[in-house]
């Protein structure tokens, strides 16, 4: 009972946060988190994480106003929608995308030498494999395993059939198997 | 490694990363998010201010041109009616045309088209011999063989 009376408090806290900055600001709240988290995600780099994330709720004011959800799910999907926009966007400049693979190289070399034993997967290990993903793909895993989102939702996000997201995932995990396997051997 | 999905989430799970947000960087946000937001609300009420008075001054222009189209004919002066007469001389003394000119003006409509018709015609004599008849129409005849 007291879920679902949260739940409509967020659906209406989202039908007023068209015309209302208070509102607006209570959601800004609610979300800056989980969207700064999956930033961090996408994008290895708290500070380029940051950036993104600015982005993110800077277009979210912008655009509120012509936003057609009614409720707390719509927007939630939105606003994944938009960070994995901005984020995808991000790394498909070169220049940037250079610059956080040095990050994430030297990340990598502390990680190793910090390592207790040589076999145990880290972050910045991880992250270089997922980051030879598409970046679609990419978006997709971050939302399945580090956001903890149902199929369903990833679905809507990204604006694909349920049945679709199944099969891509299951071959994004195959593919970053192999990844992995390549960073784990010296990035051959 | 990881063999399933199952596998991949425990992975991700045990990794420890660090993703504390900054708060300076929380709170500078959520300022520049409000501002933005009432921003664009300006913008957007100038914009609509913009559209509802072009709407009015269509609505406007459009009922005057209505009002001018459903009032203009009653308002228009008419111009002063022309008697229907024939014009050419042999017409206008045709029964047809000066039964019209009697019913539109009676028998002084029938004497001015009469006169009209002996104007443009020119006088006759009265009488006339078949001899003067024969000469006139060769004389006619010649003109127009020149002609």
Known sequence: MANIERTTDTDDLVLRARADADALGRLYELYYERIFRFCVHRLFSKTIAEDVTSAVFLAVAAKIRDFTGRTEQDFRNWLYAIAANN?????????????????????MTEAADCADEA????????????????????TILTLRFFENLQIQEIAKIINAKESTVRVTLHRILRTLREHLQSVLDGGK | MFENENDFKNLVDQLNIDTE?????????????????????QHRISWQTITKLAAAAAVIIVA??????????????EPPKVPKVSKSPSGLTTVISLKMAYRQGGLQAVE??????????????DGISAGQLIRGFNIEKQEREKL
């Open chain 2, 64 to 77: 005057i041109g209505l009002f001018l189209i459903q009032r203009g004919p009653n308002d228009r002066v």
């Open chain 2, 21 to 41: 947000p900054n708060d300076n960087h929380r709170e500078n946000l959520c300022r520049q998010t409000l501002s933005a937001f009432s921003r664009s609300r």
């Open chain 1, 87 to 107: 984020a995808n966007a991000y790394i498909r400049k070169m220049s940037r995308r250079n610059e956080l693979l040095q990050q994430l190289t030297a990340s």
């Open chain 1, 119 to 138: 076999n145990e997967l880290d972050w910045p290990t991880l992250y270089m494999a997922i980051s030879r993903l598409k970046p679609k793909h990419q």
């Open chain 2, 112 to 125: 001015k088209q009469c006169d009209r018709a002996v104007r443009i015609l020119g006088a006759r004599l």
